[in-house]
């Protein structure tokens, strides 16, 4: 039982990172907006970038990881 709840959260293909990675940005977005207007300027600016940049590591590492679990299932070619 405990496996079938744990194979809910688990992303299974491009599709699904790419959803995560939507949505993490759509936060990541709505946290940048809050820092400009918290810290107006060159601080405010700097957080966002670096709030959505995050984003752009984070989805980088999770598209990998889908590709080489992909490829770790794939039989190896002879």
Request: no cysteine; glycine share 10%.
């Amino acid at each position: 039982m405990l496996n079938k709840i744990a194979r809910l959260f688990t992303i299974k293909t491009r599709f699904e990172a790419f959803a995560i990675i939507y949505a993490l940005s759509l936060g990541a977005v709505e946290r940048g907006q809050a820092y400009l207007t918290q810290y107006p300027g060159l601080g405010g600016k700097l957080l966002f970038a670096a709030a959505t940049g995050a984003v752009f590591i984070g989805g980088a590492k999770i598209l990998d990881a889908v590709r080489m679990e992909r490829e770790a299932a794939m039989p190896i070619a002879r």
